[in-house]
């Protein structure tokens, strides 16, 4: 699978000392906004995790998933 590229219009510059509070900041709740999918956080790197009938349907809980975090 391959997604669209996305311009970055804002953001926290990398290395920096508030960055990573910043990011616990924003990301904290966000598990609680995705449905019919499983959510690891690391750091600042986000998986999902999803389990279906077929590949149809997990890619549509991935997707759904994913726009709703956007």
């Given at each position: 699978?391959?997604?669209?590229?996305?311009?970055?219009?804002?953001?926290?510059?990398?290395?920096?000392?508030?960055?990573?509070?910043?990011?616990?900041?924003?990301?904290n709740?966000?598990n609680?906004?995705?449905?019919?999918?499983?959510?690891?956080?690391?750091?600042d790197?986000?998986?999902?995790?999803?389990?279906?009938?077929?590949?149809?349907?997990?890619?549509?809980?991935?997707?759904?998933?994913?726009?709703?975090?956007?």
């Amino acid at each position: 699978f391959k997604s669209e590229s996305r311009t970055i219009s804002c953001g926290v510059p990398q290395g920096s000392i508030l960055g990573q509070k910043l990011f616990i900041l924003y990301a904290n709740d966000i598990n609680k906004v995705v449905e019919d999918v499983k959510m690891v956080t690391f750091a600042d790197d986000t998986n999902l995790f999803a389990s279906g009938e077929d590949l149809q349907q997990l890619v549509n809980k991935v997707t759904r998933g994913m726009k709703k975090i956007k």
